[in-house]
């Protein structure tokens, strides 16, 4: 038997091609997983790239190590199937495709056309497949792109609705409020990258409001804000458990008794001869009663409303580490609202005015009732100091309005139900670095929130989802819905529950 003569230059790309042209030949990759026992597999599930743009060295970088894992398990005697996929949905591919269009936001594209958008934004996730296929041929990532799964097909969005069934008759379904950043004069949601885009100095109230204890009028709950409209909404009063309050006569003895945290002190009552008369951790306030500060909304005393309550996220680095909660208006707000059972006061509309039941200030913007707002505070003898705050705030960088944190319906998946469940789980995965278990990912599953399912920022090309509302609110529902199929879409079985449409 001869051998060819080992050659002193050698050139790997050919090389390279020559074993790719071989493995090709006799179907290496194939045999790979046919020769292995089907009763014997190893489940390797391939997060799908969106091909609307073209392979980058980090897609390479991945590739190479969701190759290598497979690869190995194979060479142990798994059978592992490679079942390639692509990922169609999602505001990346819109943004792509207005940025084409020359078109900005949801409005431009209502008036554009949604079916016409939605044809565009299909095409575009098709457009760069031909170069994914031949990088991931080269590098040598052995996947089944034949039988790939695209997540716009109608038999991947049926699994999704399955997924959806499934929470459904768990009970861990629910419809709640999801507060995102809102432009009141466009009246749409913007994303996070969107409100960063609008940042303005500008000048806002700063009060510091008085909440009085229920079992003891003489001593008051400081809180700050900057929004006083909010203050109608309010439900609750955060402290971090951890940060020491003071409990101080203001201005020396027999001074105003009032509760903040110890370190803001100066800062917030000004130089003087404070009293402090005790001191306690925020954990020990925890379901300290206190008086609303405004009563327009009427809401049924129950439970943990209008308490103390504890949140991580209070600081101490401005305020009075007392931080007024109004689940309607802000994201921390919201969350501790859920882990309180705090119903969600929402009296301001969509175009951001009061609603009917906020009396003198029916009808006015929000913003423009913080002065009238203060001055009540003034009268009922709330307001413990009022100036004026210079930060910055995000404005809408269409229309240059400034936004507004604001509560909108939204479907969450109570994945906190099954937190438990999770953290046993995540003890029986191999982290590579082992680290990751308790760092990283460990400490994201523990503060695990419920999880959102809508309404997204804006989008128009995503998975339609079914109308999951009907059961509890029958309708006469015959129009068609838009959704992933621009405008062929599902009709709905009338009254039938809980129907698709
Ligand atoms: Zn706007």
Redesign the pocket.
């Known amino acids: 038997m001869a051998f060819e003569q080992v050659r002193s230059q050698v050139d790997f790309p050919k090389l390279e091609g020559e074993i790719l042209e071989l493995w090709e030949r006799i179907g290496a990759f194939e045999k790979s997983v046919e020769r292995r026992p089907e009763d014997n597999p190893f489940v390797f599930y391939e997060g799908p790239p969106t091909a609307n743009g073209r392979p980058g060295f980090h897609h390479a970088l991945a590739r190479a190590f969701k190759d290598l894992i497979p690869r190995y398990k194979t060479m142990r005697g798994y059978r592992v199937e490679r079942k390639g996929g692509w990922d169609c949905h999602g505001l990346p591919v819109e943004l792509q495709v207005e940025k084409e269009l020359g078109l900005s936001g949801k409005n431009d594209v209502e008036k554009y056309g949604v079916e016409e958008f939605n044809r565009l934004c299909r095409e575009s996730v098709f457009r760069y497949v031909e170069d994914w296929r031949e990088m991931s041929a080269r590098l040598g990532f052995w996947v089944d792109m034949d039988n790939a799964y695209w997540t716009l097909n109608n038999t991947y969005i049926e699994s999704v609705w399955w997924a959806l069934k499934n929470l459904y008759e768990r009970d861990l379904l629910y419809e709640g409020y999801k507060v995102t950043a809102h432009?009141p004069?466009?009246q749409t949601s913007l994303s996070s990258a969107e409100v960063a885009m609008g940042y303005e100095t500008v000048t806002d109230p700063s009060v510091y409001v008085k909440l009085p204890l229920v079992d003891d009028e003489n001593t008051s709950l400081l809180i700050w804000t900057t929004t006083p409209w909010t203050l109608i909404s309010n439900t609750a009063v955060a402290a971090n458990p951890d940060v020491e309050y003071a409990t101080v006569e203001a201005g020396g003895a027999g001074g105003e008794r009032l509760i903040l945290a110890r370190e803001l002190m100066e800062k917030a009552l000004g130089e003087g001869d404070h009293k402090v008369l005790e001191i306690v951790k925020g954990r020990d306030l925890e379901g300290k009663k206190y008086r609303r500060p405004f009563d327009y909304v009427p809401v049924e005393d129950s439970g943990n409303l209008f308490t103390v309550v504890l949140g991580d996220y209070v600081t101490t680095t401005e305020g009075t580490g007392l931080v007024h909660t109004a689940p309607a208006y802000g994201e921390d707000d919201a969350r501790t609202g859920r882990r309180y059972g705090l119903p969600t006061l929402h009296p301001v509309k969509p175009d951001g005015t009061f609603d009917e039941r906020i009396g003198p200030f029916v009808g006015v913007f929000v913003k423009e009732a913080d002065p009238g707002l203060v001055e009540e505070l003034r009268e009922k003898g709330l307001l413990f100091r009022a100036e004026e705050y210079e930060h910055s705030y995000p404005h809408?960088w269409?229309?240059g309005?400034p936004l507004l944190y604001y509560a909108k319906k939204a479907w969450y998946a109570r994945t906190t139900a099954v937190l438990d469940e999770l953290l046993r789980e995540n003890e029986n995965i191999n982290w590579v670095p082992e680290h990751v278990k308790w760092g990283r990912f460990g400490d994201w599953l523990r503060n695990n929130v419920d999880w959102a399912l809508g309404p997204l920022p804006r989008t128009l090309l995503g998975h339609p989802p079914p109308h999951l509302a009907l059961r509890k609110r029958p309708h006469d529902c015959n129009r068609r819905h838009r959704g992933a199929e621009g405008a062929l879409l599902y009709r709905c079985p009338r009254r039938s529950a809980p129907a698709v449409c």
Do not use: H, I, N, V
Request: aromatic share 0%; glycine share 0%.
């Open positions: 432009c004069r466009d809408c269409r229309c309005t």
